[in-house]
């Protein structure tokens, strides 16, 4: 018997780029009872090493295409997910006026080109 995140993958390939939904994964189609935490399943799939991506809203639900099947997978311990998120810190962001020192009481957006 197959794993609810490898019913998914299969689902994902029939499906192409029309994608799968959660509403759709209810009654998916391949004899199983229905998966209810798809997106769970697409973050293990995502932590093997499979592309997928969400592509828009169909029946109000997140809409999983499979952009390009995964060269191997990965195990989970491999793939960085240890009980929390290991996704890269987020990049730093560019200076805000908040962000930029006072001078004189004033905010100096550009220096003086005296």
């Known amino acids: 018997m197959k794993t609810q995140a490898e019913r998914v993958l299969d689902a994902l390939r029939r499906a192409g780029q029309y994608g799968i939904t959660q509403v759709e994964m209810y009654s998916p189609g391949d004899g199983g009872p229905p998966i209810a935490r798809l997106a769970a399943r697409v973050l293990e799939l995502r932590d093997q090493g499979h592309q997928i991506v969400s592509d828009g809203r169909r029946n109000k639900c997140a809409v999983y295409v499979l952009t390009e099947p995964a060269s191997r997978p990965l195990p989970l311990a491999a793939a960085g997910r240890k009980g ?31």
């Not at 998120?85 to 560019?94: F, H, N, R, T």
């Not at 962000?99 to 550009?110: I, N």
């Open 84 to 114: 929390g998120d290991a996704s890269p810190p987020p990049a730093a962001s560019p200076p805000t006026p908040l962000d930029t020192p006072l001078v004189g009481g004033e905010l100096q957006l550009f220096e003086d080109a005296a």
